[in-house]
């Protein structure tokens, strides 16, 4: 029950550079870029996590639905969630939500088997999902968004313009340091990765497989 | 670099923005006259001068009203729908 049925939106900006394919939760996925990944990963690394199951939510009553499914919710607008089992709840706007899996996780894929209830409307989402760790990325997203990343207090999440395309970002603490998640729209994901594997590749890093 | 303040996600940079135009009141199509509606579907007001403007912040989708100075190229404020007290 590994086969491949889902595809990454990176697929074909990541195929030539890639040396080692896996499969993540049904995704084809890039394992390894080559050697000294453990080094860009340290200074700048762009990993891909579009394969992690999502899932939006929007409407009047999608907090009180989610709630219901035993999903905490953000108090605020543009802040994120993350639960005992590292699935991350992020609310976009007013009435918007979206549900990312941590690896492995069900949690989205139980969500989407319930009918949604009273003013819940299911937002399908086709994310180019990133992530982007290592000591360089202050300076990655200096060089990349003007938005100033250093007024941020973490946990925090923001929507913002990265190389021209719109993201939403947050920012995670892990155990090597503050880690940066990005999404986009899938059909800009190809654009915004290669760009940024560019700019990281002048300050040490660029593109990470899942198994870096 | 021209900041714009967004309502709700705060300011930056005017590129993270799209204008719509200005804010345009609709004539009663039935009640009004054949040059108040043609004035309405035809022309535009060029008239620099404080004009309240549909501005969105594209990465959030937030559509909001800006007043501007467009003499001036000056915001006064900018407010979301139906928070203009």
Request: net charge negative; aromatic share 10%.
């Amino acid at each position: 029950m590994n086969a491949v049925l889902r595809i990454s939106p990176l697929f074909d900006v990541q195929a030539p550079l890639a040396r080692d394919w896996t499969t993540r939760e049904r995704m084809q996925v890039v394992a390894r870029f080559g050697a000294d990944e453990a080094a860009r990963r340290a200074n700048a690394g762009i990993g891909d996590r579009s394969f992690l199951q999502r899932a939006g939510v929007k409407g009047a009553g999608a907090a009180a639905w989610l709630n219901a499914q035993g999903i905490d919710t953000p108090a605020q607008p543009n802040s994120f969630l993350q639960l005992a089992d590292g699935t991350l709840v992020a609310r976009l706007g007013l009435t918007e939500y979206l549900i990312e899996d941590a690896p492995g996780g069900t949690r989205t894929a139980a969500l989407m088997a319930q009918p949604p209830g009273e003013r819940v409307y299911p937002v399908p989402r086709f994310d180019a999902a990133l992530e982007l760790t290592g000591t360089q990325i202050p300076e990655l997203l200096r060089q990349t968004c003007a938005f100033d990343f250093s007024t941020l207090a973490a946990p925090a999440l923001v929507m913002t313009s990265m190389v021209g395309v719109g993201v939403t970002a947050l920012t995670l603490d892990s155990a090597e340091g503050p880690v940066v998640r990005l999404w986009c729209d899938g059909t800009w994901g190809g654009y915004l990765w290669l760009t940024l594997v560019e700019v990281a590749g002048d300050l040490g890093g660029g593109a990470v497989g899942v198994e870096a | 670099m021209k900041l714009m303040t967004c309502p709700v996600n705060g300011t930056r940079p005017v590129s993270e923005f799209v204008y719509w135009g200005e804010i345009r009141p609709m004539p009663d199509p039935d009640a009004c006259s054949d040059d108040e509606w043609a004035a309405y579907v035809f022309n535009r007001n060029g008239a620099p001068g404080v004009k309240k403007e549909w501005w969105c912040h594209t990465p959030s989708n937030t559509w909001f009203i800006a007043e501007r100075d467009t003499e001036k190229d000056f915001v006064l404020r900018t407010y979301l729908y139906g928070d203009d007290r």
